[in-house]
Structures are given as structure tokens and as C-alpha cells.
Nanobody, 123 residues
């Protein structure tokens, strides 16, 4: 079954930047909306940003403009750039997407989550 795979996490010093990536593990016909979420230790998973298939973006109000979501439709990949990282950005970052499959003449969609990539902001 095709899953989403995130990459790009790691240990970063405060003030640094990261670019996270997420792409399907196998072949898909296309992808509708793609979202990033994050879950900090001891907290609930929270929505971070979304980008539609047409490139329209939305962000959580609390992010202070430090996050940028983008996508490359040719690569079926979504990115999340985070600038001026703060310790409170430490979390597991997950992507979610509505994957489109075409089997013969039948088109189906399925929401899929990745396993997450750890981002740790610490000096």
C-alpha cells in the first residue's frame, strides 16, 4: 500500500532553518491537498499548513510567518520550510495527503499519513 514518507528532520540550533519533504512511497495518479501537522512531546497533534492542488496555501495562525509550504506536482512532493527555528518547534512533523489512484477507468482517493520526521531545536 502506498504510504507517505517524510524526510529532512534533524537536530538544529535555535535560529536555524530546515526544509522537510514528503512524497508517496509508490506510484499515484495525483495528489489533492497536502498538509503538514506536528506533535510536540506531551501535546496533541496540531495542524501546521495546507497546500491545495492548485497551490493555494493556508497556515495556522500561531506560526508567526516562519513556515512556508510548497509543492512540486511533477515530483508529487510537498515541502515545509521552517526558518528561525525555536525550541518550541521541537516536534514530530507529519504530512497528510489525499492520494489519487487510477485503476482502469476507476479513480479513487485515499487520505494517507506519513510516519513522521523528528525535528529537534536545541543548542
Amino acid at each position: 500500500q502506498v504510504q507517505l514518507v517524510e524526510s529532512g528532520g534533524g537536530l538544529v540550533q535555535p535560529g536555524g532553518s530546515l526544509r522537510l519533504s514528503c512524497a508517496p512511497s509508490g506510484s499515484v495518479f495525483g495528489i489533492n491537498a497536502m498538509d503538514w501537522y506536528r506533535q510536540a512531546p506531551g501535546k496533541e497533534r496540531e495542524w501546521v499548513a495546507e497546500i491545495t492542488s492548485r497551490g493555494i496555501t493556508n497556515y495556522a495562525n500561531s506560526l508567526e510567518g516562519r513556515f512556508t509550504i510548497s509543492r512540486d506536482n511533477a515530483k508529487n512532493t510537498v515541502y515545509l520550510e521552517i526558518h528561525n527555528l525555536k525550541p518550541e518547534d521541537t516536534a514530530v512533523y507529519y504530512c497528510k495527503a489525499e492520494l489519487i489512484f487510477l485503476e482502469g477507468a476507476t479513480m479513487t482517493t485515499r487520505n494517507s499519513w506519513g510516519q513522521g520526521t523528528q525535528v529537534t531545536v536545541s543548542s
